[in-house]
């Protein structure tokens, strides 16, 4: 079958064609995307078109579906013609009930008048009921006297159809619909999450599709478990919508182009160019913080730092489409200045110091708080990185061993993902890898760095390779601010950005900074690199 899509915003019209089963329409809330699927509808020419939408189905609508072959004006020639269809039905839930209940009909009377036939056709009605009973193995539907009622395989107690819950309706619906449809149509499915629980779901949708593998499914959706629980889905993701011209900003993505969650709520909402983040939004320094720091972006908490590295990743091979900047921030923890050069070429952002925590005790930070707060930041400072010298100095061998740990395990990965012809090229290779890695030289090299950073005073050498979750508290940087404890301490960093003031200033440019970013090119460059050409 082939799909016209709509117009695009320069006239163009994108076609969709061969073995396309499935077209997810995706967008932000105000973005078009229902006026999308009107137009792709009203623009099928020939081909029939069908249109479900269960809360309408269940609710009730203004006006009736005028579509050819659609439930209400199936429903309406089937009152004229028959005289065993009533004709008070109000909602297409209750005429696709009638429907079913009609074909039953219609079907014993072709079997009575046929005379020779022992078999029973299948109907549509046999079709729903197995399919109901598929997804609701607990419930049984019987035919009654002309009308169909419930029953749980554990209660003797019937009920009718009305009685149903929505979610059962909009199923009930959902396969008595879809077996009704014209042949071949493209069935127009608006809101297909819409009453159903994310655990049957995609097992519904299968199932009809199964049904009706003759028609092309259009689903207007923002529910990002359904469209992951499509296979091949061909996706249009619709950004906006010009009025006047009656015309979209679209875009097809990539066939197979993985739809993660963060990617996926991000494209269709952000306006702004996105910084995925450690953390979460709730709890998290770094959801707190970073917004109030980069004030251009949209800042999208993903937990892990793997999943800032991947979303970044995927969202920029998808620049061609979205048109967002994007970025992430990730820890420096342990990482060396090649390991950080490189995430910095991808776009990933990696301070200057270890950790978030480390972020709160920089040097213009702790004199900005200071000074907030009525107190000398040069004596308060300086008791600061004294303490931190201190405690750094207790824990110099502890921190190098990390270091030395976490180079060694980078370097194995990196060796071992090496390939060999056969095994025993690859057990030499790992007998002579600790005399390749050197661990001993790498920690006592680690050691002499660091002691020379504490015997020096070097603060920021300190913070940049200096884990330690707890350093705000046993720096007792709060007290000395003034404050009454930690969170005393990060709720003013916060409370402070959260206003215009010099304090405000100095903290945002003394972060800036220590991501590499030159003040003046903020947040356009890093460390010279235009961020728009990195690949």
Known sequence: MKITLPPQLDGTRDILEGNVSNVMIIGA???GKSRFTERLVADAGDVPVFRMSSL???YGSTQPDRLPGSIDELYVEAADRSPFMRGDHHTQFERVMALLLLDEVLALLRHKHAGDSEVLEETCLDRVIKAWQDVFPESRILRESGRLIFSRSTDENTYSQMRLSDGEKAVLYIFGAAVLAPAGAIVAVDSPGMFLHPSIMGMIWDRVEAMRPDCTWVYTTHDLDFVASRMHPTVVWVRGYDAEAQSWDYAVLPAGTPLSDE????????RKPVLFIEGDGTHSIDGKLYPLIFTNYTVRPLGSCNKVIEATRTFNDLNAFHHLDSHGIVDRDRRDTHEVGYLRKKGIFVPDVAEIENILM????????ATYHGRNEHRVFERV???VINMFRGELKQQALMHTR???KRMVEYRIDGRFPNIDRLEEHMRDLVQT??????????VRDFRGYADSGD???VLRVYNQKSMVPQSNVATMCGLRNNDAYVASIIDILSHDSPEADRIRRAVIRCFGINEEDAPAKVEGVDISEMD
């Open 385 to 387: 990185r004294k303490a």
């Open 459 to 461: 603060y920021q050498s």
């Open 406 to 408: 976490h180079r060694v």
């Open 29 to 31: 809330n105000g973005s």
């Open 437 to 446: 890695l050197r661990p001993r030289d790498t920690y006592n090299q680690l």
């Open 362 to 369: 920089l040097e213009e930070v702790v004199r900005a708080v």
């Open 263 to 270: 990617v996926y709520t991000t494209i269709v909402g952000a």
């Open 56 to 58: 309408t189905a269940i």
